[in-house]
């Protein structure tokens, strides 16, 4: 990353935190859908979608990050973004914005940020006043051994259809 690049974030929120995910990385927001559940997956995953076609595995971004799971609003959205080829959908409590964010604004992240891990933040921008955007890794919140249960589930899947 350059310095002083901007970057698009989306916005969105578990529970009175804010987070943010490169644009660039999304592919849609949904609102809930139907989620199917899947037998003999961690219970963040909470199952798989169909969104047009494509069979979606969907996890709930607070129970991976160890956060008390809430129920469904109206608020509620599933992000689906691409990471390495992959496509997951996200829980989250809300998705709020696209901010353009300055690079140079990201500081490392601390230990820990609202009790998730410094693993799955790429950082905190600060955004003026007090408002902070922390930003996810989402390479690391869809880390390598759970990647590869949710390929492991997709070729499954791909071969009952």
Same mark, same amino acid.
């Given at each position: 990353?350059?310095?002083?690049?901007?970057? +698009?974030?989306?916005? &969105?929120?578990? #529970?009175?935190?804010?987070?943010?995910?490169? %644009?660039?990385?999304?592919?849609?927001?949904?609102?809930?859908?139907?989620?199917?559940?899947?037998? +003999?997956?961690?219970? &963040?995953?909470? #199952?798989?979608?169909?969104?047009?076609?494509? %069979?979606?595995p969907v996890m709930d971004l607070r129970g991976r990050f160890g956060l008390p799971e809430t129920e469904y609003t109206d608020q509620t959205r599933i992000i689906i973004v691409s990471v390495k080829d992959m496509e997951v959908g996200m829980i989250v409590d809300a998705a709020n914005d696209v901010l353009d964010v300055d690079s140079d604004h990201i500081e490392d992240p601390p230990e820990v940020v609202g009790g998730i891990k410094a693993k799955y933040l790429r950082g905190v921008a600060k955004l003026g006043g007090d408002r902070l955007l922390v930003m996810l890794n989402l390479e690391e919140v869809l880390n390598k051994q759970e990647i590869i249960q949710l390929e492991e589930f997709e070729e499954a899947q791909s071969g009952n259809a």
């Open positions: 990353m350059q310095m002083g690049e901007e970057l +698009k974030v989306i916005v &969105f929120a578990l #529970g009175s935190e804010e987070y943010g995910v490169e %644009v660039d990385k999304v592919k849609t927001i949904e609102r809930m859908l139907p989620i199917t559940r899947v037998p +003999k997956t961690p219970p &963040f995953i909470k #199952g798989v979608v169909n969104l047009r076609g494509v %069979v979606t």
